[in-house]
Structure formats: C-alpha cells, structure tokens
C-alpha cells in the first residue's frame, strides 16, 4: 500500500484514541452511496461508490518521522507545499484530499443484448483522485486531479451483476455493448463560498447558505458547473455542505471548532434541511459521447444539466449522516424523462 495511504487507513483503525483531536490534528473520512433504487428505477446513472479521506492541517507531515527524518523528502515536500495555491494567507487551513471510487451507467432498458443505439452506453468509471484544499470558515477553495479507467476494466459489469444477485433481480444483458476500456483523466477547480453566516434565531437555530462555482476539463470531463445550497436547522456544521459524487465533491470535512464535532460536551448534536440547485454546462462527457481514443456507442449529450437535491443532515458525536433525493434533468438527446436517484452520505471526523 502507498504510504500516503497508510497514516489514514491505521489512524482510522485506532479511531477510539483519536476522538478528541483538534482541528489541524484530526482527519475525516466519508462513504458516499448513490443509486437508483431509492426512486425504484434501474437505468442511466444507476449506481455510485465513493470513499474519501481530508487529511489535518498539512503540517501533520512534519509530525512523521519517516517524512521529518528525510532530508530529501523533508526539502521537497516543504517545497512542493509552499508552491500549492493560496498559501500565502496564514490564516487558511490547508489540507490533502485522497479518494477511490466507482460509477456505472445504463440505458433505460438493461433486458436487451443488441446495442440500443439511440440509448445511454453501457459504461463504467474506476478511479482515484488527490485534492488540495485551502479554506477558511466562509470560503473553500479545493484544485483535484482524477485519474482512472473506463469500460471492462472498470469493473461495473461484475458489480452491477453482484448487486443484482444479492438483490434477487435479474442482470442486465448489455454489457458487451458498454465502451471500451481506456485511461481517462479530469483536472478540477472549485470554489465555495458561504454567503450567508449560521445566524441563530434561538439558542441554535440557524441558516446559511453556500455557493460554488468550478471548471472541470479532461478526457472524462469537461464543464462549467455552478449552484446554491441552502441549509436550516439546529447548531448548523461548519463544513462547506452535503455534496454529490463528483469531481471536487469533498464538504463535509469541519472547517473549524464552531462546529458540534469538536464540542467537549459529547451529548452535541445537529440537525437540519438541505435544498441545492446545480447546473453544469458541459462539453464533454465521456459516458455519453463515448470513447476518447477510439469508437465506441456514443449518443449526443445535452448541453445544460441541472439538479435538484432535497435532503436531510445528522450530527452526533463524530459522524455526520445526510440523505438527499436527487432530480436530474435530461443529459443526452432522445432521454425519456428525467432521473431521480437517491445519495447517503456517512463521514466521521477522527
């Protein structure tokens, strides 16, 4: 296992020690699930798998020995941090991002072996991504790169089929259709910002409001995307939101000690609604126009995508729990109607 895998995954491990870090001493992890089934389909964007690790403040690096005791590595990595973006601002929390995941993608009817050539491919997504992140309380400034494979080598198929046995459904007969196995790669910018403070009403009823605003490009994607979360509820976490799986995603990791994970009093809790608004003006897509490097099934994707996420938000102790139910508009030609899928997010900050 790499060794920048090591220290999260152990420190994970022995999480009971951990409990009672500060901010720039204690990592979150996040498991995010999205499918389909929650609005009782099983077609286009039908399933997702997302795991996530936000690192401490970045001079954790100087607290490991083997990175301290390395001259070489000490010099270089010092350099390497000092050359990330916004790093002048003292006042920024900064901090590493490291996350693995899996999406699927099927046409409407999955019972046909011919290609449906007016349909969404057959395609799957296996990847790994590391972030940056620079953030203050009010703004969240994260860089990401995203690196993985397409097609049977993907691994959708063998999940898909995994799922709908365990399920007692029947498989889908058109993975031999889905596009061919390549490398992909996304570069990603985005910005969040919290226009409106948590404002107490009584005691800790609050609201705030987040917006963020990004670029993707890449052989995977390339887009624009923009949107607004609104959020309201009592004692209202000081993280950047509950995301979707996608590029640059990462918002629940806390962004200071204003929020209930870091209360001495272990009875803190947090609760609150969510509604969010995202649009995405795309340029690519390689789920709907196929194949970068070679031909595949490919169908003309829609310009303008947008959704609607309507949700719920936990807090105790360290977890924070959020399920959203997903609308998303139509994103290829000749789409019958539009998706709804449901998202679960689990983080626990350690």
């Not at 954790?60 to 790093?87: A, K, T, Y």
């Amino acid at each position: 296992m790499p060794r920048i895998l090591v220290v999260p995954v152990l420190s994970l491990l022995a999480f009971p020690a951990l409990a009672d870090r500060p901010p720039d001493e204690s990592w979150t992890f996040t498991f995010r699930f999205e499918n389909d089934l929650f609005a009782d389909t099983d077609r286009f964007y039908t399933n997702g798998i997302k795991l996530n690790w936000v690192s401490p403040e970045l001079q954790w690096f100087q607290d490991l020995s083997w990175f301290r005791n390395n001259n070489w590595l000490s010099h270089w990595g010092n350099r390497l941090v000092e050359m990330l973006p916004f790093n002048a601002d003292r006042d920024r929390q900064r901090n590493l991002s490291l996350s693995v995941g899996q999406m699927m993608f099927t046409p409407e009817d999955i019972q046909r072996r011919e290609l449906i050539v007016d349909d969404r491919p057959y395609a799957g997504w296996l990847y790994g991504s590391v972030a940056f992140h620079s953030k203050t309380y009010r703004r969240l400034d994260t860089f990401e790169l995203q690196a993985g494979l397409t097609g049977p080598w993907s691994l959708a198929e063998e999940t898909q089929d995994l799922v709908h046995e365990l399920r007692g459904i029947e498989k889908a007969k058109g993975w031999n259709n889905q596009i061919g196995t390549e490398p992909g790669f996304a570069a990603v910018y985005e910005y969040k910002y919290r226009i409106v403070p948590r404002h107490d009403f009584a005691g800790k009823w609050g609201v705030d409001a987040i917006t963020h605003l990004g670029a993707t490009l890449g052989t995977v994607y390339t887009y624009a995307n923009f949107g607004l979360e609104a959020r309201a509820g009592w004692n209202i976490p000081a993280d950047f939101g509950t995301g979707l799986i996608r590029p640059a995603g990462e918002t629940d990791a806390p962004s200071d000690t204003r929020d209930p994970r870091y209360a001495k009093d272990r009875r803190e809790f947090s609760a609150h609604l969510f509604a969010a608004a995202s649009g995405r003006l795309v340029a690519r897509d390689v789920f709907l126009d196929g194949n970068t490097f070679s031909d595949s099934h490919e169908v003309d994707h829609r310009p303008l995508v947008g959704d609607l996420l309507l949700g719920v938000s936990l807090v105790w102790r360290n977890f924070k729990l959020s399920y959203s139910q997903v609308l998303r508009t139509e994103e290829f030609e000749r789409q019958r109607g539009t998706q709804k899928f449901g998202s679960v997010s689990l983080s626990f900050t350690y």
